[in-house]
């Protein structure tokens, strides 16, 4: 089992930035991918974000490449979402997930463990 706990949402105006921070504690954090989804209002969940389990690969959707970044702190079990240039479109609620594999995933249904979300509000 693993559990995940998100932090650092918050209301932040177009153009600013903030870092999401994902805590895991269960099994050996270093053992599993690692991902970011969000969920903006009256939409279906969408990757983000999803990096492998030493940091050294990471993908992206097309709408945050440039924007933000993936990264992972393995002695602290931590997974980091830096957004930067944010948008209101980039206004959801944002989930960190565990892959159920070592090697990154784009697919919702690759992770089997989720955290409760964190809402990120842009304003224009």
């Known amino acids: 089992q693993v559990q995940l706990v998100e932090s650092g949402g918050g209301l932040v105006q177009a153009g600013g930035s903030l870092r999401l921070a994902c805590a895991a504690s269960?099994?050996?954090?270093?053992?599993?991918?690692m991902g970011w989804f969000r969920q903006a209002p009256g939409k279906e969940r969408s990757f983000v974000a999803t990096?492998?389990?030493?940091?050294?690969?990471?993908y992206y959707a097309d709408s945050v490449k440039g924007r933000f970044t993936i990264s992972r702190d393995n002695a602290k079990s931590t997974l980091y979402l830096q957004m930067r240039s944010l948008k209101p479109d980039d206004t959801a609620v944002y989930y960190c997930?565990?892959?159920?594999?070592?090697?990154?995933?784009?697919?919702?249904?690759?992770?089997?463990?989720w955290g409760q979300g964190t809402q990120v509000i842009v304003s224009s």
């Open positions: 990096i492998n389990w030493g940091g050294s690969i990471t």
């Open positions: 269960g099994r050996a954090f270093s053992d599993y991918a």
């Open positions: 997930a565990a892959a159920s594999s070592s090697r990154p995933k784009l697919a919702g249904a690759e992770y089997p463990y």
